[in-house]
């Protein structure tokens, strides 16, 4: 079976720095995805990761140890913006599906 | 906008009602998918369509009944649905084969049972 695990809430300050870790024991591995998801909105794409190091892209970096089976997605500068639920979710390399997180709820107060 | 419209947003039905939800995507993909996802809980794959065949059936009632007569089209006919299926029903689309190719969701269908 598929196992991924993340926090379910986290709060954080405007203009700080939040981590979102990620921990998955799957059956085999094609990648991981973050997806953020507004209330009410579609899930977004915010990142890939297939091989283990660190992917930037402005405001948000996401890290993969495949090692490890762990992942994290850092916000920085947080904006009001970003309060929103983060997805974790890890592709099957035999049939490309997702098995997703139950997601991170996270709340930037001004 | 997403590349993956929904209709309707919202939906409040009744037990013995049949209803359709409706999922187009303007992506040109060659996979669609119906997700379940309720509140604090992983989102749940329903079926899965590569090239308008369903290749994934994950032990669906029958009462869900999908249909793709097309690779841009996706419906999920609903029919004598149970209050435990009040959700929000989401559909994505993917060009698989293509590496790193996300899947693009649309915004959902709030579904209430009454």
């Known amino acids: 079976g598929q196992n991924i695990d993340q926090p379910t809430e986290m709060t954080a300050t405007e203009g700080a720095i939040v981590q979102i870790n990620c921990t998955y024991q799957t059956s085999g591995f094609n990648g991981l995805f973050w997806y953020q998801q507004h209330a009410g909105e579609a899930p977004t794409f915010l990142s890939y990761?297939?091989?283990?190091g660190l992917e930037e892209k402005g405001r948000f970096s996401s890290f993969l140890s495949r090692s490890k089976g762990y992942s994290y997605l850092l916000l920085k500068e947080l904006q009001m913006k970003d309060s929103a639920s983060y997805l974790c979710?890890?592709?099957?390399?035999?049939?490309?599906?997702?098995?997703f997180g139950a997601g991170t709820t996270v709340t930037v107060r001004a | 906008e997403t590349g993956v419209t929904q209709t309707p947003r919202h939906l409040v039905m009744g037990m013995t009602n049949k209803k359709s939800l409706k999922c187009e995507q303007h992506l040109g993909h060659n996979a669609m998918y119906w997700y379940k996802q309720s509140a604090k809980k992983p989102l749940e794959l329903m079926f899965v369509?590569?090239?308008?065949?369903?290749?994934e059936n994950n032990s669906v009632p029958s009462r869900f009944s999908p249909e793709c007569p097309n690779s841009s089209h996706l419906f999920l006919h609903l029919h004598t649905l149970q209050p435990e299926d009040s959700a929000l029903y989401l559909c994505?689309?993917?060009?698989?084969?293509?590496?790193?190719?996300?899947?693009?969701f649309g915004d959902g269908t709030r579904l209430s049972i009454l």
């Open positions: 990761n297939v091989l283990d």
């Open positions: 369509y590569n090239f308008k065949e369903q290749t």
């Open positions: 979710a890890v592709r099957d390399p035999w049939d490309y599906k997702l098995s």
């Open positions: 994505a689309s993917q060009e698989q084969g293509e590496g790193n190719q996300p899947q693009h």
